[in-house]
């Protein structure tokens, strides 16, 4: 995963600095280079020799980086780091970096480093909780930081809660998944990609939709990010984050995803379609709330048809275009699939058995079976919907290169 990657690690001061140690020697076990900025708070928990021995580099800390000659260390140490990760961070640290500061040698550094950068937060429970914490998170990732999860359990203070530093396994773990060094196979390509269920509107408080969580679409748009496209995330509204760097238009309804969908299309390279699209919607949207009354023991809904946007699409797309479906199936897997990829023209088609409680709508886990146009199906394992998507990539960027 790291083999010969320059890895830049910022320790705060924290009480679990001491873990930093354990989180080096990981990272070297997984091929990298590691060199080591301590601050001031840091080294009142582990000393610069125990990283100096762990690491065979020097240690950059306040004291050296004014000690330094013939070089501007944190300049050279920025130039030289191919990925920055500032673990553990304090909330100090975070206020630091969120906000540019660089008046010690570990911002200093940190704003200085083009590279991709990755924030471990380790502190008490109420700390990460406040406000001014949280909008520090939310800087750090609107500026393209990843900010992994501090974990819940017990504190240094005695009892337990969010703010705990993750084990350093899971760590590592956690920065494989990010797809920080995913090769750059969509670069100058435009994606469009759709997410979340459709909401059909009965009255002014009630809606017709589906289970879609949104995963899937979301880590689509991540991982096509990652691989250096310029994407457009036409989402329906979902509890989660979008990606940064991503361009995001909201949407509610199937007949607003179209209206998006058929607006960005004409200027795109590929389109992703993983919404979760309702099949109908209401004839009549009630201006004001339905009411149950004494004499109305029953409501009749008549509903018609949503666009088929993919059908839509197809109409318009152009030769060196890919279009890209999804199909949530409950039976005949591979036949209402192979079905939808022939109706709409589809350069690809991933179908998922939305009936198993194992993977599919709201889980974390997927497993779908990729459709070619020739009839060709290959079968993923259950896997991450990260995994999935960045599957999914890598075939949209074969099918780019192939136009």
Same mark, same amino acid.
């Given at each position: 995963?790291?083999?010969? @990657? ?12 001491y873990k930093a140690a =354990? ?7 997984? *091929? ?25 580099? !020097?240690?950059?800390?306040d004291d050296t980086w %004014?000690?330094? #000659? ?8 920025? /130039? %030289? ?18 906000? *540019? =500061? ?7 550094? %940190? ?16 700390? %990460? ?45 956690? =920065? ?26 009965? /009255? ?8 879609? !969580? ?18 457009? $995330? ?23 995803? !179209? ?11 590929? =389109? ?14 009630? /201006?004001?709330?339905? @009411? ?17 946007? $993919? ?25 209402? *699939?192979?079905k939808k990829l022939v !109706? ?8 998922? /058995? ?12 997927? #497993? ?6 020739? *009839? ?15 599957? $999914? ?11």
């Amino acid at each position: 995963m790291f083999e010969d @990657k320059h890895i830049t690690l910022t320790v705060s001061g924290s009480v679990a600095a001491y873990k930093a140690a =354990l989180l080096a020697r990981q990272l070297e076990r997984a *091929g990298a280079q590691v060199r080591i900025v301590l601050t001031a708070g840091a080294a009142h928990f582990v000393t610069a020799a125990t990283f100096a021995a762990l690491t065979k580099a !020097s240690v950059l800390t306040d004291d050296t980086w %004014w000690q330094a #000659q013939g070089q501007i260390a944190h300049v050279e140490l920025a /130039d %030289w780091t191919d990925l920055a990760i500032a673990a553990p961070v304090s909330a100090n640290l975070m206020a630091q970096l969120a906000n *540019g =500061l660089a008046n010690d040698a570990a911002s200093a550094t %940190w704003l200085a480093t083009a590279a991709p950068k990755v924030v471990v937060p380790a502190m008490n429970s109420h700390m %990460w909780q406040a406000p001014a914490t949280q909008r520090n998170v939310q800087h750090l990732q609107a500026d393209g930081v990843h900010v992994l999860t501090p974990a819940t359990g017990q504190l240094a203070e005695g009892y337990s809660g969010p703010g705990r530093f993750p084990e350093p396994t899971d760590i590592v773990a956690n =920065l494989m998944t990010l797809g920080l060094f995913t090769p750059q196979t969509l670069a100058g390509k435009r994606v469009i990609v759709t997410a979340g269920g459709t909401r059909e509107r009965l /009255d002014p408080v009630r809606f017709l939709t589906n289970d879609s !969580s949104g995963k899937m679409g979301y880590a689509v748009a991540t991982a096509a990010k990652q691989a250096g496209a310029d994407v457009t $995330l036409i989402t329906a509204s979902t509890k989660l984050t979008a990606p940064a760097g991503v361009t995001v238009v909201p949407i509610q309804s199937t007949t607003d995803l !179209s209206e998006a969908v058929l607006a960005a299309f004409p200027q795109a390279d590929a =389109l992703v379609m993983a919404a979760a699209v309702a099949d109908f919607q209401p004839d009549v949207t009630a /201006d004001q709330k339905i @009411k149950k009354t004494a004499d109305n023991d029953e409501l009749i809904l008549k509903l018609k048809k949503t666009p088929d946007i $993919l059908k839509q699409v197809a109409a318009i797309k152009q030769p060196g275009q890919v279009t890209v479906g999804f199909a949530a199936e409950t039976q005949n897997l591979l036949a209402n *699939g192979q079905k939808k990829l022939v !109706s709409k023209s589809l350069d690809l088609l991933a179908a998922n /058995d939305v009936s198993r409680a194992d993977i599919g709508f709201n889980g974390d886990d997927n #497993q779908v079976t990729f459709i070619a146009p020739n *009839g060709v199906t290959d079968q993923t394992p259950k896997t991450s919907k990260t995994m999935i998507a960045r599957a $999914l990539v890598d075939r949209v960027a074969q099918l780019l290169a192939e136009k």
